[in-house]
């Protein structure tokens, strides 16, 4: 509404200043102006044919319409050459006609007062309108002062250098079920002038993970080509394992059920169980742009990988996957991972935003499909030998403003041999911040996943944005087995982070139709198709 205002008013001073000259003959007689050489006296017109001559360096004449220029209106009249254009008075006869005050501008104005339905709508959101602003409250005050202090300038200011290209500061990250993570990174963002980056992070949450990574790419060095690697170790005492299949969870205590372990495959009950695993890999891959819009992504990977039964904490999870199931039957588990990964990622993107002025990290039109292909091909003992698919499309509808913002999402993934013939820990997996939230991340797990996905974004200062989600899973073993009977249904509310072009935190608070209540604060791409790609 302020841009059409703006519009409106600048339109009036146009019209007003064109409409002077055209008035001229009612105003009082002022000085003639001064004579120019090669034209007639008094201001008359030239006589046709006359010869001008233009001032030195002036552009050539044209006998054709600027570009852009309005086409003459159909039977509208051409003054004679020195006619003065004259403007009729308006009366009641000649605006009779006329479209009334409150839609002058191109719109209708709403009339004062609400009818029945809009005074129905507003008392059945009185109550979930106010619930949701008082619950957040005191983030809207975080975010406040967030804005109002600029930390994100101050930020930079204390931990990156004067130019912004080298920075080293704390990383603070919370997963629900896993615990806070606390560590550092360092970055450089232009090794060699060309945006070349180089990143080193090392985390961990107490005893129960240690985590680090160093990871390069080439930067714009080339144009449309991009080199990257990665080298990662990750140490976790925590890994959840609640069997496989979509079955509901059950406390192992007041289960009673357990006298051997458990088949994790043909068991009708899920259990909460823990294991440990040391990993090590390292990725090598290219980024190719084929087109303004479609992305190529080749990537190869060494992944060793080696289980532990047992996880840590015995007091607080009581329950080992060693205890619950019969590792025997989870392929991998003993004899661990030592497998090599190929991936091609394709990435159409034709999202964007709405205007220059919204950020890049809440696109607000079109659409963005992804599709992963991967082959795992097993070294040594590791029996991996099958093919990895997966899909991803998303759709951006701007509701208004191009801030306020309905995405929708949807998700495929699946492998192609036998759910009991992949590691278990390499099949499809929904839950976590990424897919399902609302559920612990590896919560569910099968031969394949399917995920849909709404979340509206609304503005709430300038640099955080808020949004609501709902999300819909479902793990099956195969295509002939797909059934809604059982849905996972998730949701919650949160806040993002952001710059002019992208987000760089999220703050979320969930819960299911399963109960519980997850509150998650990371700092990685949200949606991922290749959970590793990124």
Same mark, same amino acid.
């Given at each position: 509404?302020?841009?059409?205002?703006?519009?409106?008013?600048?339109?009036?001073?146009?019209?007003?200043?064109?409409?002077?000259?055209?008035?001229?003959?009612?105003?009082?007689?002022?000085?003639?102006?001064?004579?120019?050489?090669?034209?007639?006296?008094?201001?008359?017109?030239?006589?046709?044919?006359?010869?001008?001559?233009?001032?030195?360096?002036?552009?050539?004449?044209?006998?054709?319409?600027?570009?852009?220029?309005?086409?003459?209106?159909?039977?509208?009249?051409?003054?004679?050459?020195?006619?003065?254009?004259?403007?009729?008075?308006?009366?009641?006869?000649?605006?009779?006609?006329?479209?009334?005050?409150?839609?002058?501008?191109?719109?209708?104005?709403?009339?004062?007062?609400?009818?029945?339905?809009?005074?129905?709508?507003?008392?059945?959101?009185?109550?979930?309108?106010?619930?949701?602003?008082?619950?957040?409250?005191?983030?809207?005050?975080?975010?406040?002062?967030?804005?109002?202090?600029?930390?994100?300038?101050?930020?930079?200011?204390?931990?990156?250098?004067?130019?912004?290209?080298?920075?080293?500061?704390?990383?603070?990250?919370?997963?629900?079920?896993?615990?806070?993570?606390?560590?550092?990174?360092?970055?450089?963002?232009?090794?060699?002038?060309?945006?070349?980056?180089?990143?080193?992070?090392?985390?961990?949450?107490?005893?129960?993970?240690?985590?680090?990574?160093?990871?390069?790419?080439?930067?714009?060095?080339?144009?449309?080509?991009?080199?990257?690697?990665?080298?990662?170790?990750?140490?976790?005492?925590?890994?959840?394992?609640?069997?496989?299949?979509?079955?509901?969870?059950?406390?192992?205590?007041?289960?009673?059920?357990?006298?051997?372990?458990?088949?994790?495959?043909?068991?009708?009950?899920?259990?909460?169980?823990?294991?440990?695993?040391?990993?090590?890999?390292?990725?090598?891959?290219?980024?190719?742009?084929?087109?303004?819009?479609?992305?190529?992504?080749?990537?190869?990977?060494?992944?060793?990988?080696?289980?532990?039964?047992?996880?840590?904490?015995?007091?607080?999870?009581?329950?080992?996957?060693?205890?619950?199931?019969?590792?025997?039957?989870?392929?991998?588990?003993?004899?661990?991972?030592?497998?090599?990964?190929?991936?091609?990622?394709?990435? =159409?993107?034709?999202?964007?935003?709405?205007?220059?002025?919204?950020?890049?990290?809440?696109?607000?039109?079109? =659409?963005?499909?992804?599709?992963?292909?991967?082959?795992?091909?097993?070294?040594?003992?590791?029996?991996?030998?099958?093919?990895?698919?997966?899909?991803?499309?998303?759709?951006?509808?701007?509701? =208004?403003?191009?801030?306020?913002?309905?995405?929708?999402?949807?998700? =495929?993934?699946?492998?192609?041999?036998?759910?009991?013939?992949?590691?278990?820990?390499?099949?499809?997996?929904?839950?976590?911040?990424?897919?399902?939230?609302?559920?612990?991340?590896?919560?569910?797990?099968?031969?394949?996943?399917?995920?849909?996905?709404?979340?509206?974004?609304?503005?709430?200062?300038?640099?955080?944005?808020?949004?609501?989600?709902?999300?819909?899973?479902?793990?099956?073993?195969?295509?002939?087995?797909?059934?809604?009977?059982?849905?996972?249904?998730?949701?919650?509310?949160?806040?993002?982070?952001?710059?002019?072009?992208?987000?760089?935190?999220?703050?979320?608070?969930?819960?299911?139709?399963?109960?519980?209540?997850?509150?998650?604060?990371?700092?990685?791409?949200?949606?991922?198709?290749?959970?590793?790609?990124?």
């Amino acid at each position: 509404m302020v841009w059409h205002r703006i519009t409106l008013a600048v339109l009036a001073i146009a019209s007003l200043a064109l409409a002077g000259p055209a008035r001229a003959q009612d105003a009082p007689e002022t000085a003639s102006p001064p004579e120019v050489p090669g034209q007639p006296p008094g201001g008359e017109s030239a006589p046709a044919g006359a010869d001008e001559v233009a001032p030195a360096g002036a552009p050539e004449a044209s006998d054709e319409a600027p570009e852009g220029a309005p086409d003459e209106a159909p039977g509208a009249a051409v003054p004679a050459a020195g006619a003065s254009a004259q403007v009729p008075r308006e009366t009641a006869a000649t605006v009779a006609d006329a479209p009334p005050a409150d839609e002058s501008g191109g719109y209708r104005v709403a009339p004062d007062g609400a009818g029945p339905g809009v005074i129905a709508w507003r008392i059945a959101g009185f109550v979930p309108y106010w619930a949701t602003k008082i619950l957040l409250t005191p983030v809207r005050g975080l975010m406040w002062v967030y804005e109002r202090y600029a930390l994100d300038v101050r930020f930079r200011e204390v931990f990156f250098t004067a130019d912004g290209t080298i920075g080293l500061f704390p990383l603070l990250t919370n997963e629900a079920g896993f615990g806070l993570s606390l560590g550092a990174k360092f970055l450089h963002n232009s090794l060699f002038g060309e945006g070349e980056k180089l990143s080193i992070t090392a985390t961990a949450r107490g005893a129960s993970q240690a985590f680090a990574s160093l990871v390069a790419n080439s930067g714009n060095r080339w144009r449309g080509f991009r080199l990257r690697g990665n080298v990662t170790y990750n140490s976790l005492r925590r890994a959840r394992f609640d069997g496989i299949g979509n079955e509901d969870t059950v406390d192992i205590e007041d289960s009673g059920r357990i006298t051997e372990p458990l088949d994790p495959f043909s068991n009708e009950l899920a259990f909460d169980s823990r294991y440990s695993f040391d990993e090590f890999s390292v990725r090598l891959g290219a980024d190719f742009a084929l087109t303004d819009h479609l992305t190529v992504q080749v990537l190869g990977e060494y992944i060793r990988r080696d289980y532990d039964p047992n996880g840590d904490d015995a007091e607080r999870y009581r329950v080992f996957t060693g205890d619950v199931y019969d590792t025997a039957n989870l392929t991998g588990f003993e004899e661990g991972l030592n497998t090599i990964d190929g991936l091609l990622v394709l990435t =159409y993107d034709r999202s964007g935003v709405a205007s220059r002025y919204n950020s890049l990290a809440v696109r607000s039109r079109g =659409y963005r499909a992804t599709s992963l292909l991967g082959y795992a091909y097993g070294i040594g003992d590791d029996p991996s030998n099958f093919l990895r698919f997966s899909a991803a499309l998303e759709g951006f509808i701007n509701l =208004y403003g191009g801030d306020r913002v309905l995405t929708l999402r949807a998700f =495929y993934e699946t492998v192609s041999a036998d759910r009991a013939d992949v590691p278990f820990d390499q099949l499809p997996t929904l839950g976590g911040v990424n897919l399902l939230r609302g559920y612990l991340r590896g919560r569910f797990r099968d031969s394949s996943v399917a995920l849909a996905s709404a979340e509206y974004s609304y503005p709430v200062l300038n640099t955080v944005s808020g949004f609501l989600f709902v999300d819909v899973g479902v793990p099956f073993a195969g295509l002939d087995d797909f059934s809604l009977d059982n849905p996972r249904v998730g949701y919650g509310a949160g806040v993002q982070l952001q710059n002019a072009s992208a987000a760089f935190g999220r703050l979320d608070v969930s819960s299911s139709i399963d109960g519980g209540l997850l509150v998650n604060l990371t700092f990685q791409p949200f949606f991922r198709v290749d959970r590793r790609a990124q």
